[in-house]
């Protein structure tokens, strides 16, 4: 049995258009994976559905779709319509905090994909030596 066939992993190219990192996938864990990470799949897939989106403004269809919720928007916004204002007894401030996040993955993989030590999977994290550059 070939233990040096299991440990190959194999070298890709994050396709989202604003990143481009080259990222290591093992054999089990590959997928036919086309993003370095969740954030990248998630931004990627969020660009193809505003295009999608925005094609479909362009036709008659997506014209009158976009008539049709105007229509409803302002029937539902006639229905609710406030005579005047109530006071403000609390005062607050224009920031908002920011969330905070436990651990930037992404920044992470990416240190850890430029390090000129031995790669490891993207997914899994097992290390090997052997990088597959032809599939």
Same mark, same amino acid.
């Given at each position: ?19 481009g ?5 093992? @054999? /089990? ?9 969740? +954030?990248? =799949?998630?931004?990627? &897939?969020?660009? #193809? @559905? /505003? ?9 008659? +269809?997506? =014209?009158?779709?976009? &008539?049709?919720? #105007? @229509? ?45 030590g ?8 097992r290390s ?8």
């Amino acid at each position: 049995m070939r233990q040096i066939a299991e440990d190959v992993l194999r070298q890709r190219l994050c396709r989202w258009t604003c990143c481009g990192a080259i990222f290591f996938i093992c @054999r /089990r864990c590959d997928r036919g994976q086309c993003y370095c990470s969740d +954030e990248c =799949r998630y931004k990627a &897939r969020r660009e #193809q @559905r /505003r295009a999608a989106n925005h094609r479909h403004r362009k036709t008659l +269809e997506g =014209r009158l779709d976009q &008539r049709d919720r #105007q @229509r409803a928007y302002r029937k539902r916004g006639s229905a609710l319509s406030v005579m005047d204002q109530g006071s403000n007894d609390e005062h607050f401030s224009g920031i908002i905090p920011s969330p905070v996040i436990n651990a930037d993955i992404h920044a992470y993989m990416r240190r850890k994909i430029s390090d000129p030590g031995t790669p490891c999977c993207c997914i899994c994290g097992r290390s090997s030596q052997f990088v597959d550059p032809f599939h």
